[in-house]
Each structure stands twice: as structure tokens, then as C-alpha cells.
């Protein structure tokens, strides 16, 4: 199984920078793709920028602000999140995903960022 624990959230100005860290602990060579989403107030949690195989995708409304990267000798990702916006105040979580016989999801905690106008 996979534990993951996220940090780095907290309240920003809009403009400012802040970095996500999330650490997986357990049977980490099984991952086959990580990925951060978040879910705002009132909305379904989506999908901000996944991570595999060296393979970076973002959402549309994150491009060009956002970097996710990883760091495998400490099974760590990191979610770079620079020029913040209001827009971007959610709970941002990490997710990982184990292939088998049965497709496993697994989540963090959730890491709270506060965006202020």
C-alpha cells in the first residue's frame, strides 16, 4: 500500500509563489502516475497536473504558472505554483495511482491554499 502526506499550503497574495510537497511512503516502485488536483468550495476536485513516465500534463488554467516535478530518490513530488490567483484557492491533494489486478487510487490529506486578493 501507499501512505502520501502533503505540506506547503497555506495563505499567499495574489501574485505570490508557493511550493506543494507530497511524500509517499510504502510500496512506491508500484506507483505508475502521480498527480496533484484540487477542489474548490461549492465544485468537483480536478485534475491541475499529473506527472509520468517524464511526461508532464496541466490544466489549461494552470499552464504557464504551474510546474509539477518529482524528486525519486526521496518520493517526493512537488507542485510549484507561481503568479497565484484567486481562482486557485482550493484543497489541493495528491493522488497515486497502483496498477492490478484491481486499478487503486490513493490520497493525500489535503493541503489548504488560501489566495488573497
Known amino acids: 500500500q501507499v501512505q502520501l502526506v502533503e505540506s506547503g499550503g497555506g495563505l499567499v497574495q495574489a501574485g505570490g509563489s508557493l511550493r506543494l510537497s507530497c511524500t509517499a511512503s510504502?510500496?512506491?516502485?508500484?506507483?505508475?502516475?502521480m498527480g496533484w488536483y484540487r477542489q474548490a468550495p461549492g465544485k468537483q476536485r480536478e485534475l491541475v497536473a499529473s506527472?509520468?513516465?517524464?511526461?508532464?500534463n496541466y490544466a489549461n488554467s494552470v499552464k504557464g504558472r504551474f510546474a509539477i516535478s518529482g524528486d525519486n530518490a526521496k518520493n517526493t513530488l512537488f507542485l510549484q505554483m507561481n503568479n497565484l490567483k484567486s481562482e486557485d484557492t482550493a484543497v489541493y491533494y495528491c493522488?497515486?495511482?497502483?496498477?492490478?489486478?484491481?486499478?487503486?487510487?490513493?490520497w493525500g490529506q489535503g493541503t489548504q491554499v488560501t489566495v488573497s486578493s
Open positions: 510504502g510500496s512506491t516502485i508500484s506507483i505508475y502516475y
Open positions: 506527472f509520468s513516465g517524464g511526461t508532464t
Open positions: 493522488n497515486a495511482k497502483i496498477p492490478g489486478a484491481s486499478w487503486r487510487d490513493y
